[in-house]
């Protein structure tokens, strides 16, 4: 009982040092290696048979693997992220079938450790084998889909990026509901890829959505709302829709200083934007006192 209350304890979030989280998954996997018993054999009518092959103390081995691989990620210590994450991708296959919900997800980690040059080709097949196994709206479904769009998106392959989030933004709906901060977070992410498209209509779609929901969830005044206001007031920018623009760079300003100071990265690059959105429509005596003010 006392390994496992230490096993919730150790994620991400816990540990400051990343690299503790490795020793301690790899001390929790010791000791339950060290507890394991020897096989035994049970004697059949013919010869000798191996004993039931789901056994819980076995699961909890895989479980310590696939851990130990997550957090040797974190660490970009791929070798080892590879090995754990394999180990815990057959032990699960053997223990509880090639299309449970623990082996695809061992096999996503396995994928997320190899080289990074095949990973979209690699992940694109698993989504389809992920999908026809565990269904659309499942969390390793989700996450993996998650994970293809943001590598397609970096890549540069927008189109197939907008595919991929909108799949996934439609499950996550469904699984969590319109309000979950995840849920925003899509949307805010799909609005970035439509701006770096060009396509900015679009863009400032997705932005309002996300403005609305952050103004009823978090208020006004909350960075994350002052962020989402920003990145409006360049879309207004961008379509040459100055009247609308220049207010919401001025609040957010305002926000930002009031909630972080006047000496805070995003209120510096608040400033900027709305410096170079001054010096873009011709507002000289606006562009001096900001330059003045935030040292731009």
Not at 112 to 118: A, E, I, P, V
Not at 187 to 199: A, F, R, T, V
């Amino acid at each position: 009982m006392k390994l496992r209350a230490l096993a919730k304890l150790c994620s991400v979030d816990f540990f400051d040092d990343r690299s503790l989280l490795v020793v301690a998954w790899k001390r929790i996997l010791e000791v339950l290696e060290l507890a394991m018993p020897e096989e035994k054999k049970v004697r059949g009518g013919k010869g000798t048979q191996q004993r039931k092959k789901t056994d819980p103390r076995k699961q909890e081995i895989l479980d310590a693997c696939a851990a130990l691989g997550l957090a040797c990620q974190n660490v970009h210590d791929w070798n080892d992220a590879e090995r754990y994450a394999k180990r815990a991708k057959e032990g699960y296959e053997e223990q509880l079938g090639r299309e449970s919900e623990k082996a695809l997800e061992a096999t996503y980690s396995l994928t997320m450790s190899t080289d990074y040059g095949k990973r979209i080709e690699k992940l694109g097949d698993l989504v389809k084998r992920i999908e026809r196994a565990l269904g659309e709206e499942n969390v390793v479904t989700l996450d993996t889909l998650n994970t293809l769009g943001a590598m397609l998106n970096r890549n540069g392959e927008y189109e197939g990026a907008i595919k991929i989030c909108k799949r996934f933004l439609a499950g996550r709906m469904k699984l969590l509901g319109e309000d979950h901060r995840e849920t925003f977070e899509t949307l805010n992410n799909l609005g970035g890829i439509y701006k770096k498209m060009e396509n900015y209509e679009n863009a400032l779609g997705f932005f309002e959505r996300v403005l609305k929901a952050n103004e009823g969830m978090l208020g006004t005044n909350h960075p994350h709302t002052l962020v989402t206001m920003m990145n409006i007031a360049n879309m207004h920018t961008l379509q040459m829709d100055f009247g609308k623009a220049e207010p919401l760079y001025e609040i957010a300003l305002e926000g930002f200083e009031a909630q972080l100071g006047k000496d805070h990265s995003d209120t510096k690059r608040c400033a900027k934007d709305l410096g170079a959105f001054c010096e873009f429509s011709g507002n000289e005596e606006k562009l001096a006192e900001l330059r003045k003010r935030y040292a731009l």
